[in-house]
């Protein structure tokens, strides 16, 4: 990881004293206009992020208790569909009601323009702490954050870089490969796989699992076997299968990487007219309430997504307060709910 900028770096590239590069970064009215200005553009040239917690105690002044939980514009759909990460919303508000917590919902693509707002809430002590609900392959929202030297909880299959961070995920690999490994025992040999979305670590991971399954007990793995859903919810199952269609390939099976997806495949599927199970059979991931009322009841991937809520955020909890985490890369295990799509 990349050294962080420190005072002394901007005091020696100014030629300034170190004393003088921070008052001049505080704003201080004792330091001219034109040198703050200057110590300003030369701290964001140099990538300069301040800690949050030095500079409260400088100041006396305490942190705010906002958090940010962020997201990709997905993600917010995805809550607004009663799905995994409204569980994971869920928890976290549990959890919190008894402190002075609040939560600040951050939604943007993860690109470096959307940082400036976070770096303002930051530096500004509008916030003091973050959670990154869909940890993305290269994701420059945890570089940034790491920069910013704030406690941060990642979901996902993420390495902590510092002592002020922490992951959780549920086992991805794992998940998917008892699914299809699941599937091949019931006689399954062509078994499609719906995707996620591309960039997400979670989507690579369940791609590895299926992938390790099919090549262990079946046959060599088929690229063309494996397309990705654009959504999360139905209409990514739906218009992803629809597409499926069009390659010509024999399947027997699809595992799908979400309950909403496998909920579109179906759809698909019975517009075709295959039966589940009997033609084809649907394997899900997640277990959302819906799975059980379905028609047929979803066989599915079982995640502990409450359990995971509340991991991430009884671990910020302890990193704000300066407490050790037990587990700062905490993995729960999946569990295979057997009903009647498979």
Not at 22 to 35: F, H, M, P, Q, V
Not at 80 to 102: F, G, K, Q, V
Not at 216 to 229: C, G, K, Q, R, Y
């Amino acid at each position: 990881m990349d050294k962080k900028t420190t005072l002394k770096d901007i005091s020696k590239r100014l030629g300034l004293s170190i004393p003088t590069v921070s008052r001049a970064l505080g704003g201080y009215e004792d330091i001219s206009l034109k040198t703050r200005e200057l110590v300003s553009r030369v701290a964001k040239e140099m990538n300069y992020y301040p800690n949050v917690y030095a500079r409260s105690l400088v100041a006396k002044k305490e942190p705010s208790n906002n958090i940010l939980i962020m997201g990709v514009p997905s993600v917010l759909q995805s809550i607004a569909l009663n799905s995994y990460y409204a569980e994971i919303m869920r928890a976290l508000h549990d959890e919190s009601i008894d402190t002075d917590y609040r939560f600040v919902l951050s939604v943007g693509e993860a690109d470096n323009n959307v940082f400036k707002d976070y770096h303002a809430l930051i530096q500004n002590h509008a916030a003091s702490a973050a959670i990154i609900l869909d940890y993305l392959e290269d994701d420059n929202r945890v570089k940034e954050l790491t920069k910013a030297n704030v406690p941060l909880v990642v979901l996902g299959e993420y390495l902590p870089q510092t002592d002020l961070q922490c992951s959780v995920w549920t086992d991805n690999i794992a998940g998917s490969f008892e699914a299809t490994r699941y599937l091949i025992e019931r006689g399954r040999s062509r078994i499609v796989l719906v995707s996620g979305l591309k960039g997400q670590m979670v989507s690579k991971s369940r791609l590895f699992g299926y992938r390790k399954a099919i090549e262990e007990f079946s046959s060599p793995f088929d690229p063309d076997l494996v397309i990705d859903a654009e959504e999360m919810d139905e209409k990514g199952g739906y218009h992803a299968m629809v597409e499926f269609f069009k390659r010509g390939k024999e399947f027997d099976a699809v595992f799908c990487t979400s309950d909403l997806r496998s909920i579109g495949v179906i759809k698909a599927l019975r517009e075709k007219g295959f039966t589940v199970p009997d033609d084809v059979s649907v394997v899900g991931y997640d277990d959302l309430p819906i799975a059980s009322y379905f028609d047929p009841q979803l066989t599915t991937v079982r995640q502990p997504t409450y359990q995971v809520g509340v991991y991430a955020i009884e671990s910020l909890k302890k990193l704000l307060s300066g407490e050790k985490v037990a587990s700062c890369q905490k993995i729960f295990k999946p569990e295979l709910i057997i009903r009647q799509s498979a």
